[in-house]
Every structure is written in C-alpha cells, then in structure tokens.
C-alpha cells in the first residue's frame, strides 16, 4: 500500500490563499482528502496556515500540482511518498 500527501505551507495566508485555493480548484480530480490547520479564530487569526492533502493519480500530475503551488510567492510544498 501506498500514499502520496502533499504538505503545504502557506506563510501569508491573506495574500496567497486565495491563489492557492485557484490552483487546488483545478486539480480538485485528484484530491482524496483535504485538511486545513491554522492558529487562533476570530480577530487572533494566524497568518500561517498548514494544508494537508492526500493525492491520487500519476505521479506527473502530484509533482505539477507541487509545483505550482511552490510558485505563489511565500507559499512552500513537499510531495511525500509513504510506502508499507
């Protein structure tokens, strides 16, 4: 069995989510799960935030996706292959 999780790290959530949110749009076939991690609520919002996807398809198409995301400026991404 194997998983493919592609970590995001967004480091100015107001700027660059709303990019990020675009691109995970357009690759949304190949997004089994999504969860969003960020610190605090209401008016103590964090400007950082955490996604954690779990991808399916070719390898090709979680390495473009990877890609992308790593392009929006303070925005970073790892693509991790979990093998038992």
């Known amino acids: 069995m194997s998983k493919s999780i592609?970590?995001?790290?967004i480091g100015n959530r107001k700027d660059a989510a709303v990019k990020v949110q675009q691109i995970l749009t357009g690759w949304g076939c190949i997004i089994k799960t999504r969860l969003g991690i960020h610190d605090?609520?209401?008016d103590?919002?964090?400007d950082e935030g955490l996604l954690i996807l779990e991808l399916h398809g070719e390898r090709e198409q979680k390495e473009e996706l990877a890609r992308k995301v790593e392009l929006i400026q303070g925005v970073s991404s790892k693509l991790v292959e979990l093998n038992v």
Not at 6 to 9: R, S, T
């Open 44 to 46: 103590n919002c964090s």
């Open 40 to 42: 605090g609520v209401l």
């Open 6 to 9: 592609l970590l995001i790290l």
